[in-house]
């Protein structure tokens, strides 16, 4: 059966629902969690062409750079820092519209307008955050909150 390609004209629920059923198979036969991180990171960075796709890893008190696509970005956020580190503290995605509007938001590079970040639950415990950065303001929505958690849940499966 051939595959279903996501076409840029696609509506964005149908580019999710492509995403979801993909990354679901994908992360049926790989058990690896930093690879499915990174294979996760590259479709939805492919399908829709934002600046930064990927993920941060709790590690300790920190969370370290995983997995991602992109620019370069800064290796370690400290707990209840940034959008990521405070995502992670108060364990819930947050959709920021205007990173300039975000106090303490760290600006891994000036092109970044809007973002969102995710919590990745593993057994009920936040252990990494899945961070999307865009070039234009107010790119995520609840529509892209609810798609990215039903993602990520895919990994806390495993
Ligand atoms: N903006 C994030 C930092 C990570 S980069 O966007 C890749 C934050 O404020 O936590």
Redesign the pocket.
């Known amino acids: 059966m051939a595959e279903k390609l996501i076409i840029s004209g696609d509506s964005k629920a149908e580019k999710y629902e492509v995403l979801y059923k993909q990354i679901k198979e994908l992360v049926g036969y790989e058990t690896d969690e930093i690879a499915n991180m990174a294979n996760i990171s590259s479709m939805i960075h492919e399908a829709f062409g934002f600046l ?1 796709t990927g993920f941060y890893r709790v590690v300790g008190e920190e969370l370290v750079l995983g997995p991602f696509q992109g620019p370069l ?2 290796s370690r ?1 400290k707990f209840g820092k ?4 405070t995502a992670w503290k108060e364990a819930c995605s947050l959709v920021v519209p205007d990173v300039e509007q975000f106090s303490g ?4 590079s000036s092109l ?1 307008r809007s ?1 969102i970040v995710v919590p990745v639950l593993s057994d009920g415990v936040i252990v990494a955050v899945l ?1 999307i ?1 865009s070039r234009e303001l107010s790119t995520f929505d609840e529509e892209d909150r609810l798609w990215l958690e039903k993602i990520v849940a895919l990994l806390g499966r495993q």
């Open positions: 930064w970005a800064c956020i940034g959008v990521c580190g938001h760290i600006a891994c970044s973002e961070d950065d």
